[in-house]
């Protein structure tokens, strides 16, 4: 099997719902290897994209994406099917809403960590709703409060951007990283950050490789659940997309 690198075009622009591609390899578990995939894979508590495949003669559903070693991604099959052979060149097509809604989301996430500045300890996003888990003593007393700061932010239409640190810088600011359960991705000489706001009006700025909206006020209001305790020092808190 090739062991070319896949281009990762939802990282380019995660705004992509379509783009040509070419089959490079098939994995021994069945998944299939593009030259340039716009499936954000499985990671960082985001879930992998769906979607399908068309090229002449065929097409096949997506039902997520995986990473295959250091550098490539596979599509996974929906079902049992031909896979388009090595070499073939097809197109690719996002389920866009699912992705958008995790986009959402993920950005609506980080603005929670913003008004809630406690060490992570887990997470997960969905197309629905997500959570954060939290090194939190005590429940906050007045969840409304939190609600409402929250939706604030979003409010403001900030817009979402991204910036690179090499290694080196991310080691001599640890107060970056926000999550004590997953570490970043280190040792490929540099780490992605994405930042919430500008200049003065940042609110955030912290490492993550996965998918967000471009502006804020694009999460549409959301909605936090009750807060759940999940140990000693461990609180889950979870929020929904109000529409």
């Given at each position: 099997?090739?062991?070319?690198?896949?281009?990762?075009?939802?990282?380019?622009?995660?705004?992509?719902?379509?783009?040509?591609?070419?089959?490079?390899?098939?994995?021994?578990?069945?998944?299939?290897?593009?030259?340039?995939?716009?499936?954000?894979?499985?990671?960082?508590?985001?879930?992998?994209?769906?979607?399908?495949?068309?090229?002449?003669?065929?097409?096949?559903?997506?039902?997520?994406?995986?990473?295959?070693?250091?550098?490539?991604?596979?599509?996974?099959?929906?079902?049992?099917?031909?896979?388009?052979?090595?070499?073939?060149?097809?197109?690719?097509?996002?389920?866009?809403?699912?992705?958008?809604?995790?986009?959402?989301?993920?950005?609506?996430?980080?603005?929670?960590?913003?008004?809630?500045?406690?060490?992570?300890?887990?997470?997960?996003?969905?197309?629905?709703r997500g959570r954060l888990d939290f090194d939190m003593p005590e429940p906050p007393a007045d969840v409304g409060a939190l609600n409402e700061a929250l939706n604030?932010?979003?409010?403001?239409?900030?817009?979402?951007?991204?910036?690179?640190?090499?290694?080196?810088?991310?080691?001599a600011n640890p107060g970056l990283v926000k999550t004590m359960s997953v570490r970043p991705p280190a040792g490929q000489g540099r780490v992605r950050l994405v930042r919430?706001?500008?200049?003065?009006?940042?609110?955030?700025?912290?490492?993550?490789?996965?998918?967000?909206?471009?502006?804020?006020?694009?999460?549409?209001?959301?909605?936090?659940?009750?807060?759940?305790?999940?140990?000693?020092?461990?609180?889950?808190?979870?929020?929904?997309?109000?529409?």
């Amino acid at each position: 099997m090739t062991d070319t690198p896949t281009r990762l075009l939802f990282r380019e622009d995660a705004y992509l719902r379509d783009a040509p591609a070419q089959v490079l390899a098939h994995t021994p578990e069945g998944g299939i290897v593009l030259d340039a995939s716009i499936f954000y894979p499985t990671g960082g508590g985001q879930p992998g994209d769906s979607g399908r495949l068309e090229w002449q003669g065929g097409t096949l559903d997506i039902a997520t994406a995986v990473k295959v070693g250091p550098a490539q991604i596979a599509l996974v099959a929906a079902e049992p099917r031909p896979l388009p052979p090595v070499g073939t060149s097809l197109r690719q097509y996002l389920d866009w809403e699912r992705r958008h809604r995790h986009m959402r989301v993920h950005t609506a996430l980080h603005l929670l960590s913003v008004v809630i500045p406690l060490p992570v300890t887990g997470g997960q996003i969905g197309a629905e709703r997500g959570r954060l888990d939290f090194d939190m003593p005590e429940p906050p007393a007045d969840v409304g409060a939190l609600n409402e700061a929250l939706n604030a932010l979003i409010d403001r239409d900030l817009p979402v951007g991204e910036q690179w640190i090499t290694d080196a810088e991310l080691a001599a600011n640890p107060g970056l990283v926000k999550t004590m359960s997953v570490r970043p991705p280190a040792g490929q000489g540099r780490v992605r950050l994405v930042r919430i706001g500008q200049g003065a009006g940042q609110v955030d700025l912290q490492p993550c490789g996965g998918t967000h909206v471009a502006r804020t006020a694009e999460i549409g209001r959301v909605e936090i659940g009750k807060i759940e305790n999940k140990g000693r020092q461990n609180r889950r808190v979870s929020l929904t997309l109000a529409d």
